[in-house]
């Protein structure tokens, strides 16, 4: 790719930095009472979307069986998750896209690596989203809170894995070190962090506190929108 090329890609992630902040701020979520919280709680989370996903509990799942205002809400996230999701695919394949094009060793393959984890992460993603809904639409949850348990840890494991594999992109730093150097090196620790806590995902509150650090991160790449050809020159 020219220089232009990869300018035009730099701006892209920003501009996809910016939407997914925005479509994750839109995302509705249920309201649950002070019972719900406790049995929810007791499951091992604190957010209701998590605890769907991953618990694999039946008292988990009674909650919003129980509650067509829960359902509605859910059926709404879910809505916008469908959009949310391409957003984050492609800002991560732009970014493994940065890191393999600085050569045919090291950065190459861990940047195909992580762009396939990347789309890995939306077909499950999608696929877990389905099988929500059908869950949702059945009058017994049945074996299906397994199934969404498997899509949800496939999901989050291989954005684990992508977000570990580009944090070299921010990590090599080469001198002379200017103020720039210190901005990337914050989102090489915002995606280790995200990266190790994702990747314990079945640990319920820990993966919870790794998916809000991934929300700094994106909005780290805002900048990119603006001044593309400055960050380029660092990355």
Same mark, same amino acid.
């Given at each position: 790719? @020219?220089?232009?090329?990869?300018?035009?890609?730099?701006?892209?992630?920003?501009?996809?930095?910016?939407?997914?902040?925005?479509?994750?701020?839109?995302?509705?979520?249920?309201?649950?009472?002070?019972? =719900?919280?406790?049995?929810?709680?007791?499951?091992?989370?604190?957010?209701?979307?998590?605890?769907? =996903?991953?618990?694999?509990?039946?008292?988990?799942?009674?909650?919003?069986?129980?509650?067509? @205002?829960?359902?509605?809400?859910?059926?709404?996230?879910?809505?916008?998750?469908?959009?949310?999701?391409?957003?984050?695919?492609?800002?991560?394949?732009?970014?493994?896209?940065?890191?393999?094009?600085?050569?045919?060793?090291?950065?190459?393959?861990?940047?195909?690596?992580?762009?396939?984890?990347?789309?890995?992460?939306?077909?499950?993603?999608?696929?877990?989203?389905?099988?929500?809904?059908?869950?949702?639409?059945?009058?017994?949850?049945?074996?299906?809170? @397994?199934?969404?348990?498997?899509?949800?840890?496939?999901?989050?494991?291989?954005?684990?894995?992508?977000?570990?594999?580009?944090?070299?992109?921010?990590?090599?730093?080469?001198?002379?070190?200017?103020?720039?150097?210190?901005?990337?090196?914050?989102?090489?620790?915002?995606?280790?962090?995200?990266?190790?806590?994702?990747?314990?995902?079945?640990?319920?509150?820990?993966?919870?506190?790794?998916?809000?650090?991934?929300?700094?991160?994106?909005?780290?790449?805002?900048?990119?929108?603006?001044?593309?050809?400055?960050?380029?020159?660092?990355?």
């Amino acid at each position: 790719m @020219d220089r232009i090329e990869l300018i035009w890609l730099v701006r892209t992630v920003g501009i996809l930095g910016i939407l997914a902040l925005v479509i994750g701020a839109a995302m509705p979520k249920p309201k649950l009472n002070k019972e =719900e919280r406790k049995a929810l709680c007791g499951a091992g989370f604190q957010g209701p979307i998590t605890g769907l =996903e991953l618990s694999r509990s039946v008292e988990v799942y009674n909650i919003f069986a129980r509650s067509k @205002d829960h359902q509605k809400a859910i059926r709404r996230n879910l809505s916008l998750d469908f959009l949310f999701i391409p957003t984050y695919v492609l800002l991560y394949v732009g970014l493994a896209v940065l890191l393999a094009r600085h050569g045919t060793g090291w950065p190459l393959v861990l940047g195909v690596a992580a762009g396939i984890l990347a789309v890995t992460a939306g077909i499950f993603d999608v696929m877990e989203n389905r099988r929500v809904l059908d869950l949702l639409a059945a009058a017994q949850p049945d074996g299906a809170l @397994d199934g969404i348990w498997f899509a949800s840890v496939i999901k989050w494991t291989a954005i684990a894995a992508s977000s570990l594999l580009l944090a070299p992109l921010f990590l090599r730093r080469h001198p002379p070190f200017e103020w720039i150097d210190v901005y990337f090196l914050l989102i090489g620790l915002f995606l280790v962090i995200a990266g190790i806590g994702l990747g314990t995902v079945w640990r319920g509150r820990l993966a919870e506190l790794s998916i809000t650090t991934t929300l700094p991160a994106l909005a780290l790449v805002l900048p990119w929108a603006i001044w593309p050809a400055s960050f380029l020159d660092r990355l």
